[in-house]
């Protein structure tokens, strides 16, 4: 406002000094030209002298605290002629008010240093944020759903890899117990849950390693979802194993029988 005053009084002095000089020119009254000049000076004067050279700034609160969802807001007042700003950003001012939000990301206070500029001219002001009690309940909730997560995806991840009941019952129980329902989490532990019976019969084949455990877990893992080329694999094995049995048994039984016959008639043929 002083700075708009000053221009107009500035104004003003040069349409009076035209006018003073058009009078001495055409040798009229002067009187009126020199009150309006004079005022007009008079006026700059004034403005000049209420023109603030420093920079002003009030901040009511030099500490706050935040919400529960760590936010607050700073409240200011600054003359019109200062300019606010923060870490080199500038603050709107609004009527000599501004406002600033933050929000805080941890558990930690925060200070904040506006600065008051007018030219050269600087004023700072520093404020601290601090976390309020439900804010920091807040992050530690956020932590231990975070922790639970973690944990959750790691027992789904290990379930996938190795879908065995127990496997499946640790991913399930770890799921169940999220505060967030995951609908992914859900679907992916259902899909272990068609694979268990799959990975249990070629379990079973690996341990008994008979044809028709390997053939009946071979139906099965043409239907699996997860780990069906691994699972082929192991079957592989599980009937190159069982091949190497029956070839042992022969090879066995083969051997006794030509005992026995030499037993019988120990002739030299029967020996060798």
Not at 7 to 31: M, R
């Amino acid at each position: 406002m002083t700075a708009i005053i000053g221009l107009l009084s500035f104004l003003g002095i040069g349409v009076g000094g035209f006018h003073s000089l058009k009078t001495i020119f055409k040798k009229q009254p002067k009187k009126k030209a020199l009150i309006f000049t004079g005022a007009s000076f008079v006026v700059m004067i004034g403005a000049l002298a209420l023109t603030p050279t420093s920079p002003r700034i009030d901040i009511a609160d030099k500490s706050i605290e935040t919400n529960d969802q760590g936010t607050a807001i700073i409240e200011g007042k600054t003359n019109d002629q200062s300019k606010i700003t923060l870490d080199g950003e500038k603050i709107k001012t609004n009527n000599g008010e501004f406002s600033y939000k933050v929000t805080l990301k941890d558990d930690q206070p925060q200070k904040l240093t506006f600065v008051a500029s007018i030219g050269d001219n600087d004023k700072a002001e520093t404020i601290e944020v601090k976390p309020s009690k439900a804010f920091v309940a807040f992050l530690n909730e956020e932590k231990q759903d975070q922790d639970t997560l973690k944990k959750a995806e790691t027992a789904l991840v290990l379930a996938e890899n190795k879908p065995t009941k127990k496997n499946y019952d640790e991913a399930a129980t770890r799921i169940t117990s999220l505060t967030k329902e995951k609908d992914d989490f859900t679907k992916r532990l259902e899909i272990v849950k068609e694979n268990v019976p799959i990975y249990e019969a070629v379990e079973l084949a690996e341990t008994k390693q008979t044809k028709e455990q390997v053939d009946s877990a071979t139906a099965l893992v043409a239907k699996a979802t997860l780990n069906k080329d691994s699972l082929l694999k192991r079957l592989t094995t599980v009937q190159q194993k069982i091949t190497e049995k029956e070839k042992t048994e022969k090879q066995i039984a083969s051997a006794r029988e030509a005992v026995e016959k030499a037993e019988q008639e120990p002739t030299d043929d029967h020996y060798n």
